[in-house]
């Protein structure tokens, strides 16, 4: 399973970007928990942005509850980060993830700069 993460940019505060997560391979056959988006800011750890699980439940990190929404195109096998009212504070290189009971898939990253 292969996974490639897209449409990171700079953007201006308070402005908009989609992020797309396509996945190559036998999704269905690893069985994926849930599907999420990560972002690491420079000199800092690698935190959980938002989850869709298998159900279709998701889940936000405070800071982004209300701005970002997180999609998944089953056909497409892709996921989405709608981000919104985007602030310096989001400014970090984005990752892509599918969480198996097994493994934990990454995509590559995506950077996403916001300008004040």
């Known amino acids: 399973v292969q996974l490639q993460a897209s449409g990171g940019g700079l953007v201006q505060a308070g402005g908009s970007l989609r992020l797309s997560c396509a996945a190559s391979?036998?999704?269905?056959?690893?069985?994926?928990?849930?599907w999420g988006w990560y972002r690491q800011a420079p000199g800092k750890q690698r935190k959980l942005v938002a989850i869709?699980?298998?159900?279709?439940?998701?889940n936000y990190e405070d800071s982004v509850k209300g701005r970002f929404t997180i999609s998944r195109d089953n056909d497409k096998n892709t996921v989405y980060l709608q981000m919104n009212a985007l602030t310096s504070e989001d400014t970090a290189v984005y990752y892509c993830?599918?969480?198996?009971?097994?493994?934990?898939?990454w995509g590559q990253g995506t950077q996403v700069t916001v300008s004040s």
């Open positions: 993830t599918i969480l198996t009971a097994l493994n934990n898939y």
């Open positions: 391979g036998s999704i269905f056959s690893i069985r994926p928990m849930y």
């Open positions: 869709v699980t298998s159900d279709g439940s998701t």
